[in-house]
């Protein structure tokens, strides 16, 4: 039964953290925060002035402006922003995600990436070694510092940064999404049945197919997987990625894919589904 009325927004989330202090402690790390307004703290019970009594900067620690004595009790409160912002569904660009390149030596947790642009404190990092869950804890220019060590040297290697404050963010899911999927008729005029992020298919001949990304791939490191079939009993049908059998690199906007039947025989084919994966 529909909504009478407006549709229901998303509901924000508060968690509280209490610390015991030791003395003249002034930093205390929480489990992460939304940089802003979106937290409040409080020293045995008062409530402190962001700014002047503490700061909150990095999407971690709270800083106190004067260290506290030994057993006084810190509470933190922290709130996303779903609820506050009024639009708590990621946007197109947000889904993307920022894409750049970065070298990170194992065990280190300084990023340099070739660009900066669009990567903002609290972004979610997905590559190569690097822990599902990392996120940006400071960033300058090009120097960016991660929430954990990786655990894989990276030389100029893809690095994505994805947002997490929003409904649906990719950020919590990182590489586990499926970046674009088509499954088409192969057969006549080829026609596609339904699809996520394909502008179209090219005919390059029997059972050659070119599967064109609308938005492309941040590289051309992705992951394909691939079903195809008859609509009747004709043989054992296969497929197979035709860059990697031509020896050609996958492009990031599209992926060439080979159907066939009875071993090597390429054929057009009633049923072709393609998943790629970033």
């Not at 503490?54 to 009790?73: E, K, S």
């Amino acid at each position: 039964m529909p909504y009478i009325g407006n549709v229901p927004t998303p509901a924000a989330s508060e968690t509280r953290q209490e610390f015991t202090a030791t003395a003249s402690q002034t930093t205390f790390n929480t489990s992460g925060y939304v940089i802003g307004n979106f937290i409040s703290v409080y020293l045995n019970g008062v409530r402190l002035s962001a700014g002047t009594d503490f700061t909150a900067t990095n999407g971690y620690d709270v800083v106190l402006t004067t260290g506290a004595a030994a057993g006084d009790l810190l509470a933190v409160e922290m709130r996303n922003t779903l609820a506050d912002i009024g639009a708590g569904f990621a946007s197109t660009s947000e889904v993307t995600g920022t894409n750049t390149t970065g070298s990170i030596t194992t065990g280190t947790n300084s990023l340099t990436v070739a660009s900066g642009t669009g990567i903002n404190v609290g972004d979610y990092v997905v590559g190569e070694g690097i822990a599902p869950g990392t996120t940006v804890s400071a960033i300058s220019g090009t120097s960016v510092t991660l929430s954990g060590t990786v655990g894989a040297t990276l030389s100029s290697d893809p690095v994505s940064f994805y947002t997490a404050n929003k409904a649906l963010s990719p950020g919590l899911v990182a590489g586990g999404l499926c970046r674009a999927w088509v499954n088409f008729d192969g057969t006549g005029t080829v026609a596609i049945r339904a699809a996520y992020n394909v502008s179209g298919i090219t005919d390059n001949g029997t059972g050659d197919y070119t599967v064109n990304f609308a938005t492309a791939m941040p590289d051309a490191n992705y992951s394909a997987t691939a079903l195809c079939g008859f609509d009747a009993d004709n043989g054992a049908p296969n497929i197979h990625v035709a860059e990697i059998s031509r020896n050609a690199a996958p492009a990031a906007g599209s992926i060439r894919i080979d159907t066939m039947s009875a071993g090597t025989t390429q054929r057009d084919l009633k049923f072709v589904c393609i998943a790629v994966f970033r």
